[in-house]
T-cell receptor
Framework: ETGVTQTPRHLVMGMTNKKSLKCEQH?????MYWYKQSAKKPLELMFV???????ENNSVPSRFSPECPNSSHLFLHLHTLQPEDSALYLC???????????????FGPGTRLTVT | SQQGEEDPQALSIQEGENATMNCSYK?????LQWYRQNSGRGLVHLIL?????REKHSGRLRVTLDTSKKSSSLLITASRAADTASYFC?????????????FGKGTKLSVKP
């Protein structure tokens, strides 16, 4: 496998379910990201893991919980989601120099999440 | 916010024509990047232009940056049906948004064969 992979590609879940999204990067990068993409809205940065440090967007509800066990893997744990959480969830990675994420990011294909 | 705003929101052209998309932003930046996204897929990085650069080329892509006007343009020459996608600009500013990229809403390009 090359690049950034995400599983599953599609997920339908009820509001009471617990599920996890998985992302794996094969590029040797040291930073990984979760983004949410909703129709007609800019890409929203949810979480960043860089050099083993988590940077969190304060506006992300606690029903989203990230986990980064190592520099190649990133998870997004989901529980008691709302219908408005339905969106395309994108994972990305990049090579960070220092604390700034200035350079190109490499994206996975995304997980299309539908909350019913 | 230093979020980039793409213009137009949607663009429809014939194959072989040139496509121009614009991006405006509000605060000074260190670099600006353009990405492409095919329908329902991840974004693909196209080109990065630094604040001290005015123009960059990559194949059929030409990007310009005017820091005095806080704007950038992406030109795709001799477009092909395969260029149909959404195009996003992303800005980076040291000290802004926890040092992360900020993406715009994108321009949806449709190239008709």
């Amino acid at each position: 496998e090359t690049g950034v992979t995400q599983t599953p590609r599609h997920l339908v879940m009820g509001m009471t379910n617990k599920k996890s999204l998985k992302c794996e990067q094969h590029l040797g990068h040291n930073a990984m990201y979760w983004y949410k993409q909703s129709a007609k809205k800019p890409l929203e940065l949810m979480f960043v893991y860089s050099l083993e440090e988590r940077v969190e967007n304060n506006s992300v509800p606690s029903r989203f919980s990230p986990e980064c066990p190592n520099s190649s893997h990133l998870f997004l744990h989901l529980h008691t989601l709302q219908p408005e959480d339905s969106a395309l969830y994108l994972c990305a990675s990049s090579q960070v120099r220092g604390r700034y994420h200035a350079y190109e990011q490499y994206f996975g294909p995304g997980t299309r999440l539908t909350v019913t | 916010s230093q979020q980039g705003e793409e213009d137009p929101q949607a663009l429809s052209i014939q194959e072989g024509e040139n496509a121009t998309m614009n991006c405006s932003y509000k605060t000074s930046i260190n670099n600006l990047q353009w990405y492409r996204q095919n329908s329902g897929r991840g974004l693909v990085h196209l080109i990065l232009i630094r604040s001290n650069e005015r123009e960059k080329h990559s194949g059929r892509l030409r990007v310009t940056l005017d820091t005095s006007k806080k704007s950038s343009s992406l030109l795709i020459t001799a477009s092909r049906a395969a260029d149909t996608a959404s195009y996003f600009c992303a800005t980076f500013h040291y000290g802004g948004s926890q040092g992360n990229l900020i993406f715009g809403k994108g321009t949806k390009l449709s190239v008709k064969p």
